[in-house]
């Protein structure tokens, strides 16, 4: 487990597939295909993750729907956390999701940390409602681009 003061870099890339040999690759792919992502076509599912050293810390995956973005998971590696990376995987996927045609965003979570992130973020609570694990309260986000 890294210590939370380490100098390494950590390295944001975009894509489909979470498998460092393949992110340029993929950056070049997703960019081509976002190209014609704004066709009918859509849903498309993109994603971000962060690396370091080649191995991966977190990710954040979404889908793309008409003119919403919606985030199916965002995870950070516990060592990881609380280091602004939560965020810069959000950006990245959000910048993806806009250059798309998405004009808001929207997340769940019953994890009470995620939402207090979101809301840092900026997201705006819209609506509680019974979470999966029983006792649990669901929040559904949302936040316009």
Request: overall charge neutral.
């Amino acid at each position: 487990m890294p210590p939370k003061s380490t100098c390494a870099e950590i390295v944001i890339c975009s894509g489909t597939a979470p498998n460092p040999a393949h992110w340029d690759r993929i950056e070049k792919e997703i960019n081509l295909i976002g190209l014609s992502m704004m066709s009918p076509s859509l849903p498309c599912q993109i994603g971000s993750y962060a690396s370091v050293e080649d191995t991966l810390i977190g990710g954040c995956n979404a889908l793309v729907l008409v003119n919403s973005l919606n985030i199916g998971s965002l995870w950070i590696t516990p060592a990881w956390r609380r280091q602004g990376i939560a965020c810069r995987l959000l950006d990245a996927v959000i910048a993806n999701g806009s250059r798309l045609g998405a004009n808001r965003v929207h997340i769940e979570t019953e994890i009470d940390t995620a939402k207090l992130l979101y809301e840092r973020y900026g997201f705006l609570r819209l609506a509680d409602f019974p979470g999966i694990v029983p006792g649990y309260v669901r929040t559904l986000f949302s936040i316009s681009l």
